[in-house]
Structure formats: C-alpha cells, structure tokens
C-alpha cells in the first residue's frame, strides 16, 4: 500500500509515516520509481518498529473495529444562525457545525469527504452519547475540506474555491 492509506490504518500523518519510512523504521517497505511501497502483516496493518529514544509512539497496532461518526451539531447551527440574524451583511465567524468523532478524537469543520463506503443511522430511540439521533458511520478515510472559520468558503461548494 501506499503512504496516504498506511497512515490513515496506523492513525497518524503521512508526513509522519513519511520521517518514520525515512528513519527505515517501518518494517518491509521500500521505495519504488519514487514512491514509498509498505506491507501489511497479520491483520492487514503496517508494522512500525519502535524507536530507541524519546516516548513511546502512538500509532495504532491493529484495524480499528468502531466506525468513525459524523454529524452535524444542532446547537452550532442555531448559534450560527442567531450571528448571522443580528449581523446582517457583515463577515462573521460561524462555528463549524460538522463533527467526526473517532474514538476520545473529536474534529470540526465545515465540509468534509468522505473516501468511501458509509452508512447513514437514525435512532431516535436509541441516540448516541452525544446525542445525536441522525448520524453516519464509515470505516473509510475522511477528510475535512474546509476547517478554517471562513463563512464565505462555508457557504460554497469546495470545488469553487479549490
């Protein structure tokens, strides 16, 4: 597999796979007309070899079971929504109202990708603990596309401002 794939399995950068590629440290991989090629072993996951200094990394040693969860926070929207109504026609920083929640990590943004399958959830009998009842779950990689507090580039598909 490539680097953008393994990190995404270990739970890190690939700027970080890529000093720990460089440092010969992930074990079986090699580079080939350029690119970095890693092996998976056991479990389908890459093997890092652990440094001899420094703490412990933090990567994570096998596939992930528990779907990451996206939703969109209500309270955000309706706080937005109040800004906007008292600020007509000025620039004001909205909260980003999207969450991914994979295991104690929490991150926000505006418009995120998702890099594959998912599964869309409603339970309103039995929400998450967060709260949410309406929800996605997907094994895949995703990526926000928008994380800065730009109203305007929330507003517009990201494909216009790329």
Known sequence: ?????????????????????SQGRVRGA??????????TFGDGMPV???GKRGPEGTW????????????????????????IKDNPGKQINLMPVLSWKQGERN??????????????????????????QL????????QFIDIQSNPVL???PYQFWK
């Not at 090699?30 to 890693?38: L, R, V, Y």
């Not at 992930?64 to 969109?72: C, D, F, L, S, T």
């Not at 929800?135 to 995703?142: A, F, K, P, Q």
């Open 107 to 132: 991150d926000y943004g505006y418009q995120l990708e998702i890099k594959g399958s998912c599964i869309i959830v409603y339970r309103p009998y039995q929400p998450a603990d967060c709260g949410a």
């Open 154 to 156: 929330a507003r517009q």
């Open 48 to 50: 890092i070899v652990p």
């Open 1 to 21: 597999m490539r680097t953008r794939e393994a990190a995404y399995l270990l739970g890190i950068s690939c700027q970080r796979l890529r000093v720990l590629l």
């Open 60 to 83: 994570r040693r096998s596939k992930q079971e528990k779907p990451a969860m996206i939703h969109v926070n209500q309270q955000f929207i309706k706080g937005n929504a109040k800004k």
């Open 30 to 39: 090699s580079k080939n007309n350029g690119f970095w090629e890693i092996p």
């Open 135 to 142: 929800w996605i779950n997907t094994h895949s990689e995703v």
